[in-house]
């Protein structure tokens, strides 16, 4: 299945390997067992495409899915069954309620005035709505915090017409499996739910599912791992990796001892060199804090990348490479299995999650498996 483009005129092929995403969901499934398994698209799937990914993870028996805008879960409902959730993170911009009603999509209700609203469209349609009540446990970012949980236990009619399906909150350091954060986390979140009506429960992120069991609850929310991410920071990586990008050379040159490279000439060869010209650059969200650390693989070969990368190219010293092997039109690997998202990642001093979720629109994309 391929979607934009043209593979011959695009400047580079992004493949999405769809049985790996179905592979590392049941990975996923198996750990976190009992508890059941969602999968977060948010932000088209991290990049990788929200349709598909769902589609693949529906048929592997996946029924919760998370996204974090409004117009996202509006825009994926269609392509997934009615059996299915999707939840919403953000919750209801103000006044947008009835998009939630009108397109099946679950609210996860994050601050008093959210739950106020969903309560107030409940009463206007007469009928009970399900939710997900966000919680802070100490990241500081979503969720309800100390006060209004305190004026929710004061208030019997708090959640008058909502069906509350889960309460979740959010690990702010799970990647860090020592991090003290975690069990204080984990600690006032127990403590919390102890103290509200009984409901199930949410809290696992894909580092998370590799926490021990009592992290898990009843449902965990994968993103970053089902797409091929490390979840754990350090170890090894238990995931199949799921996306290959290969760039397209435009042409090569061979360039003197002397001569420059790229803007502000930030890269001087001391030797001849042969450059290859890639049609990736940063406006393609090939990062530019790699300009003269990146990498390539050509040929099983690691290339570096050299000069400061432009908006829709880069370039690399090819010269170790048979210039045969590398001419108009040839494929580069930019991220593969043998140089995969982390490690593209460590040398832009990003993490995996900004690489992918910046792959570019321009890139001709393809979907394997499932
Ligand atoms: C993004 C997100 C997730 C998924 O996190 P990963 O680290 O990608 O597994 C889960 N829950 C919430 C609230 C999120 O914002």
């Known amino acids: 299945m391929s979607t934009n483009g043209h593979k011959n005129r695009s400047g580079a092929i992004l493949t999405v390997d769809l049985d790996a995403v179905r592979a590392n969901y049941r990975l996923l499934r198996a750990r976190a067992a009992p508890a059941a398994c969602s999968a977060v698209l948010k932000s088209d799937a991290y990049g990788l495409g929200a349709v598909p990914v769902a589609a693949a993870l529906y048929a592997e028996g996946c029924r919760h899915f998370f996204v974090a805008h409004l117009d996202e879960g509006i825009a994926l409902r269609p392509h997934v069954p009615a059996d299915a959730a999707i939840f919403v993170l953000h919750g209801p911009p103000l006044g947008t309620e009835a998009d939630f009603t009108d397109h099946q999509l679950t609210p996860v209700l994050n601050s008093t005035q959210q739950v106020a609203g969903w309560r107030a469209h409940a009463r206007a349609l007469g009928r009970t709505l399900a939710a997900v009540i966000q919680v802070d446990s100490g990241m500081s970012r979503m969720g309800m915090a100390p006060a209004e949980i305190d004026a929710w236990l004061a ?36 403590a919390i739910r102890a103290r509200l009506p009984a409901c199930p429960a949410s809290f696992a992120n894909s580092s998370g599912v590799f926490l021990p069991a009592d992290y898990h609850f009843d449902l965990v929310r994968p993103g970053a791992a089902l797409y091929g991410i490390a979840p754990i920071a350090g170890a090894a990586n238990p995931m199949r990796p ?47 804090s790699m300009s003269n650390i990146g990498v390539a693989i050509v040929d099983g070969v690691r290339v570096p990348q050299i000069g400061a990368i432009s908006m829709d190219s880069i370039t690399l010293d090819v010269s170790a490479i048979p210039s045969e092997r590398v001419e108009a039109g040839s494929l580069v690997d930019l991220i593969c299995a043998e140089h995969p998202v982390d490690a593209v990642a460590s040398l832009a001093n990003t993490i995996g999650y900004e690489v992918l979720s910046n792959l570019g629109r321009r890139y001709y994309r393809e979907y394997t498996g499932a």
């Open 155 to 190: 208030d019997p009619h708090f959640l008058d017409g909502i069906d509350m399906q889960y309460l979740m909150s959010h690990l702010a350091c799970a990647e860090q499996p020592d991090n003290p954060m975690n069990a204080l986390q984990l600690e006032r979140f127990k």
């Open 242 to 288: 799921v996306v290959r990008l290969q760039g397209k050379v435009l042409q090569t040159r061979t360039i003197e001892p002397g001569e420059h490279v790229g803007y502000s000439r930030r890269y001087t060869a001391s030797e001849t060199r042969q450059v290859a010209t890639v049609a990736v650059g940063y406006a393609d969200g090939w990062l530019r």
